[in-house]
């Protein structure tokens, strides 16, 4: 059974400066698995208010402290408990990475250098992947960070990330500093890409729209300490972005999910007032 | 609020001006301080402001001038003395580069390094340069050791410092990045770490450099019988002889030599950080002016496709 699971979270829970006065509690009993479908990578959005624990599950997955490791309960991939961060879980910030010292083409070959692939090899990897994911390997690859646009710069930090072939995709926000233009864009740059890589993907969002159009199933996390109160699947993105998202059936969708998570909003506020 | 369409406004908050108005008004400063040299030291005897033995006039000094440039034996010439000095800071100086910047690294890196080097840095920072001036004399006495010596501990933990928080303000998340991507700690030091903190470790050499050459006099004033050469030597010969031109000559010196220096570095700087001087070398002549001199003996192969067949 647990082997037939990509990523199994069991009863995880993570407190913060345990034994501290300022002890806190991100998420508490998170228990879900993903199945490790043959061929098809599952797409998984999270959605949550501000600091329901979302980037402390990512970064759980990804083994990056202080996260990582877990308070109790455990954190499987394939099977394995997660001991540390490894390129076979690739992760996209939603602040700009790009290493400023190097260009695109060096960027996107940082993985591969890292494994010692020879020079030849990985320049050539490096430039299929910034040709696949939209950017001109003539005019852009020599480029170095500061002169590219946000979108620009989110285009490379997936390209050094699925040049690796992950098993894994792990996005915080990737297009939150991105206008709506570019988001559009990008969100159908990444369901193109990850139709080609069947990976299973975490992609946490503020945007409803986002989560919606993007997942096959969506998590939605309660306020902290986090746990998941639902789990919705969702239809596939078949049409572009911003087609899809006009829709009467995809915004019923949307706007469900806004309920649960006003609802989530309102119970705090409610909490507050009573304490004040 | 509106602005002239090809001007510039005068106090505009952060704007550039042009270059014509920027030149004139540090020409207007040298003048300005030319005629208050000029005022303060006008007339003669009694009558000046400032006596001759307390600064000498333009005039004066100009005319010495030449005693400094002309002279027969190196030893009282201003340029071998200049070199002299240059070459102690830059021996003195590299020696605490290859100590400083390495140990820097690893103390930035792993905080075990960092408590071992804290109780030395520490001394070494809060070390009284006049003190150190003794101190070297005790250990080494006047020879070139003692001199390098010099500069060398004033330095070395100035730029340890600088590279242990140039390491340390490398943002985290460029080391997360790297570790998702499968980057081993040691890879992460050098492909990351390293090569993201240089300029601003590069910054503070530039400052540091400038503050030693301005230190290392402070030795070579302490010789007890001429010859080892050095400004500083020269500084000494104006007490002996009276000849407060020297110093006043000195004085001018140091800054435009510093100023050389500074471009100099500035220049190797941009070439060694195209990534992040992109613009700012663009607007530095002696950037400029390297690359046209680079361009006179090395031509990149790409423009030489470009050339007409
Ligand atoms: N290193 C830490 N030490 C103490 N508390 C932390 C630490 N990291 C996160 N937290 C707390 O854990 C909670 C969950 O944080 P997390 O970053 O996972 O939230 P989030 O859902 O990603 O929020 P946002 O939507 O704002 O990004 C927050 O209340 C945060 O203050
Ligand atoms: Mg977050």
């Not at chain 1, 975490?202 to 997942?215: C, D, K, M, Q, W």
């Not at chain 1, 998941?228 to 999910?257: D, G, W």
């Not at chain 2, 804290?118 to 020879?143: D, E, M, Q």
Request: proline share 5%; charged share 20%.
């Amino acid at each position: 059974m647990t082997a037939n699971n990509i990523v199994e979270f069991r009863q995880v829970t993570k407190t913060f400066n345990v034994g501290r006065e300022d002890e806190f509690t991100a998420i508490r009993d998170i228990t879900f698995a993903i199945e490790d479908l043959h061929g098809h990578g599952e797409f998984i959005s999270v959605l949550g208010p501000s600091g329901s624990g979302k980037s402390t599950i990512l970064r759980l997955l990804a083994g990056l402290e202080p996260q990582h490791p877990p308070t109790s309960g455990q954190v499987l991939v394939s099977g394995v408990p997660v001991l540390g961060p490894g390129a076979d879980r690739g992760m996209v910030f939603q602040d700009y990475t790009s290493f400023d010292n190097r260009t695109v083409l060096d960027n996107v070959a940082f993985g591969l250098e890292c494994r010692g692939v020879s020079k030849t090899e990985r320049y050539s990897k490096a430039r299929e992947w910034i040709h696949r994911v939209g950017l001109n390997v003539a005019s852009d690859g020599g480029k170095y960070p500061h002169e590219l646009s946000g979108g620009m710069r989110q285009r490379v930090a997936i390209a050094r990330t699925l040049i690796l072939h992950p098993r894994i995709i792990l996005m915080d926000e990737p297009f939150g500093a991105l206008d709506p233009h570019n988001r559009y864009q990008m969100q159908d740059l990444l369901v193109t890409l990850w139709r080609e890589v069947q990976a299973t993907v975490f992609f946490v969002t503020h945007s409803i729209e986002e989560a919606v159009y993007l997942g096959d199933r969506v998590f939605i996390l309660s306020r902290s300490p986090g746990t998941i109160l639902h789990q919705i699947e969702v239809p596939a993105p078949v049409r572009p972005a911003a087609e899809m998202q006009r829709e009467a059936e995809f915004q019923e969708k949307v706007f469900r999910i806004r309920d649960i998570l006003e609802d989530l909003e309102s119970v705090k506020k409610n909490q507050d007032a009573t304490v004040t | 609020m509106s602005e002239p369409s090809n001007g510039f406004r005068l106090f505009g908050l952060r704007t550039e001006i042009p270059r014509w108005l920027s030149a004139t008004a540090g020409l207007f400063t040298v003048v300005a301080s030319a005629a208050l040299w000029w005022w303060t030291t006008r007339g003669v005897g009694e009558e000046r402001i400032l006596l001759y033995s307390q600064l000498p006039s333009i005039a004066e000094t100009i005319e010495y001038f030449p005693n400094l440039w002309e002279a027969d034996s190196p030893e009282r010439h201003l340029l071998h003395n200049t070199l002299v000095s240059l070459k102690r800071v830059i021996l003195g100086f590299g020696l605490a580069l290859l100590v400083g910047i390495p140990l820097g690294v690893a103390a930035g890196c792993f905080a075990i390094i960092r408590s071992i080097l804290a109780p030395l840095i520490l001394f070494g920072r809060n070390i009284p340069i006049a003190a150190l001036t003794a101190l070297v004399f005790a250990l080494f006495g006047t020879g070139e050791l003692e001199k390098v010596m010099f500069i060398f501990i004033a330095c070395v933990a100035f730029i340890l410092s600088d590279t242990i928080s140039s390491i340390q303000d490398v943002g985290e998340r460029y080391v997360e990045t790297a570790l998702t991507l499968g980057a081993t700690r040691l890879q992460i030091v050098f492909k990351v770490l390293v090569p993201l903190a240089m300029p601003m470790v590069f910054n503070s050499l530039r400052v540091l450099f400038g503050l030693a050459f301005g230190y290392i006099m402070l030795v070579e004033i302490i010789q007890e019988s001429g010859g080892a050469g050095g400004l500083g030597y020269l500084l000494n010969m104006a007490r002996r002889r009276s000849r407060p031109e020297i110093m006043v000559i000195i004085i001018l010196t140091i800054p435009i030599v510093a100023w050389l220096i500074d471009q100099v570095l500035f220049v190797v700087q941009c070439w060694l950080f195209r990534w992040k001087y992109g613009r700012e070398a663009e607007n530095s002549g002696a950037f400029r002016l390297s690359r046209s001199i680079l361009s006179l003996f090395w031509r990149p192969a790409n423009s030489n496709s470009k050339a007409p067949a």
